[in-house]
């Protein structure tokens, strides 16, 4: 061990009290700095994938759009070809549009999804979602008429005072001739099943009927809105997008989730760059705390200091004992930090301690994914503020003249 890293370590566990508490404290704040740091990374990165993957798990990886609006008529010739291409595990049609819907007791405005039940299967998590009742749109007969099934959203279903089995009405212009005083088209449906997705706009706006009752619903004969694809891996999206669309020969619009959920993401990617930088305040806030130690201990230390000089210690020398133990300070106030991060995630994902208003920010609490790269990224951060606050006061202690020393 050289002899600069063994007074390092003796400066660190000795001192007068005031210096010491300095000490600890300042390695407390390092430490802090860090776990925040470390956590509000981690929980950006599990706020966006369970964004991610909830969201995927509705919309699915790619969307295949008519090029100048309308809608698809070739659905089943076109899911045929996309489901031949290589990394392509599935596809289905289906058609979007709002409608009005009412029960018994209330109504509310809402958007309808017409899937093709066997197709879709395959390509969400819809049928992983079914809260209550099965996923099916099997019609009943109820006093001779004929009622297909609807699958609503838990929260809509709670708001319309719908349990399975009732009764539902749905209304839509869609298709009508305004100028001639046209009705809207009315059709009854009961209740199915209930998802729950965990996103709140889906859960509260969302419900599914099969294709062919919103075909006739919205007239749009036999065709549909969009087609979208599941990928054998998400992060794939992007680069299969040109590759079906030059399948498709260039007559539609495909559009990766990246694309089209692109400003939900790019918020939270900024989110998290401000966040991090705004920590890292706290770290410099620590660092004038180890400037402020450190000029303390040389005044302390001087005698030492002087009696290392005269046994032939160089300045060098004595910079490098004050530049190691502002560095030990930094080491463990790192490493302290990612520990307590990682306890504070654990924690959190374990008992989910930290909720969040779901119509605000789509989920019912605060998930917390940690990576690798964040916590090393805070850390050499830290690392590196750490070694600068020690640069000053090292500098002023290896400036220190034994003759100084001696007259005092």
Not at 51 to 79: A, C
Not at 187 to 203: C, H, N, Q, R
Not at 215 to 244: C, R, S, W
Not at 354 to 380: C, K, M, N, Q, R
């Amino acid at each position: 061990m050289r002899y600069e890293t063994f007074i390092a370590k003796r400066y660190l566990r000795s001192g007068r009290f005031f210096i010491s508490v300095s000490t600890w404290i300042t390695t407390l704040g390092v430490t802090l700095g860090v776990a925040v740091v470390c956590f509000v990374m981690s929980m950006h990165n599990g706020f966006e994938t369970e964004i991610r993957t909830r969201l995927l798990g509705t919309t699915s990886h790619i969307s295949v759009f008519p090029l100048r609006g309308g809608l698809i008529d070739n659905y089943r010739e076109l899911v045929e070809k996309l489901e031949s291409i290589d990394r392509v595990e599935a596809a289905s049609p289906f058609i979007f549009y709002k409608a009005a819907i009412s029960s018994a007791t209330s109504g509310d405005g809402i958007i309808i999804r017409g899937i093709d039940a066997d197709l879709e299967r395959n390509t969400s998590n819809i049928v992983r979602d079914i809260k209550l009742g099965q996923f099916s749109f099997d019609p009943i007969v109820d006093q001779g008429d004929t009622i297909p099934g609807i699958m609503l959203g838990d929260n809509l279903a709670q708001s319309l005072g719908l349990y399975l089995g009732e009764p539902v009405l749905l209304y839509s212009l869609k298709g009508e001739d305004l100028h001639r005083k046209a009705r809207p088209r009315v059709a009854k449906f009961y209740v199915s099943a209930i998802f729950e997705t965990g996103m709140y706009e889906f859960d509260a706006q969302m419900a599914y009927i099969s294709l062919v009752d919103a075909q006739k619903l919205f007239k749009t004969g036999d065709a549909a809105t969009a087609v979208h694809l599941k990928l054998d891996n998400i992060y794939h999206a992007e680069e299969m997008t040109p590759l079906i669309d030059s399948v498709l020969g260039y007559k539609y619009d495909v559009v990766p989730w990246n694309v089209l959920h692109k400003n939900l993401f790019a918020w939270i990617a900024i989110e998290k760059k401000i966040l991090f930088l705004g920590f890292i305040l706290i770290v410099l806030v620590a660092a004038f705390s180890i400037i402020s130690t450190l000029v303390m201990l040389t005044m302390e230390k001087r005698a030492e200091i002087g009696i290392l000089k005269t046994m032939g210690s160089t300045p060098a020398s004595v910079r490098r004992i004050f530049v190691l133990k502002g560095m030990t300070i930094g080491v463990f106030g790192v490493v302290s930090g990612w520990v307590l991060a990682l306890i504070v995630a654990f924690i959190q994902n374990r008992y989910e301690l930290i909720s969040l208003p779901p119509d605000i920010y789509f989920i019912s609490y605060l998930p917390i994914e940690t990576h690798l790269s964040d916590f090393l990224l805070a850390g050499v951060v830290t690392f590196f503020i750490c070694f600068l606050a020690a640069l000053y006061p090292a500098h002023q202690a290896s400036k220190l003249q034994v003759v100084e020393v001696l007259r005092q």
